[in-house]
């Protein structure tokens, strides 16, 4: 009987620490590196599928309170260049503004006589803040 007693003091004691470890790493936010290239990305992967509505949803409050997603995608469906692929390199930070590097593949059809299209990839550097605890997207002017 004693054994059994122990054993389940050891038991409950063990839950509780087991539940200690897990809701404390549930309720630990995860590194701000972290949270910018996920957010990068993700507005990236809903540019290139043409889902417009969730990628404003990353573009900055300032931005949203002048631009609608009609807007925004106006000006995206009439630009000549058109998006093939998107990948995060990298990102450097000061305090709650980052600069993140993205590569981006795109095509320009007949960008010259003679040439019906131009396949390329370029270094995309975009600016991101931090506002309400959250990061957003900060377009340039233009």
């Known amino acids: 009987m004693k054994n059994h007693k122990m054993m389940t003091r050891a038991a409950a004691i063990a839950g509780a620490v087991l539940f200690a470890v897990l809701t404390g790493c549930a309720t630990v936010a995860p590194p701000a590196g972290d949270m910018i290239a996920e957010r990068a990305q993700a507005r990236w992967d809903a540019l290139l599928a043409k889902d417009y509505a ?3 949803t990353y573009y900055s409050p300032g ?3 002048k631009a609608s997603v009609a807007d925004l995608e106006i000006k995206l469906r009439l630009q000549r ?7 995060y390199r ?3 930070c000061a305090e709650e503004v980052c600069t993140v590097r ?3 593949g795109y095509r320009v059809g007949a960008p010259v006589p003679g040439v019906d299209v ?3 990839i370029d270094l ?3 600016q991101w803040v931090k506002t309400g605890g959250e990061w957003w997207y900060v377009p340039r002017k233009g």
């Open 54 to 56: 969730t990628a404003y």
């Open 63 to 65: 931005f949203r309170s």
């Open 81 to 87: 260049v058109k998006w093939t692929s998107a990948k």
């Open 90 to 92: 990298d990102h450097t």
């Open 102 to 104: 993205v590569d981006i």
């Open 118 to 120: 131009w396949n390329g």
């Open 124 to 126: 995309v550097e975009e």
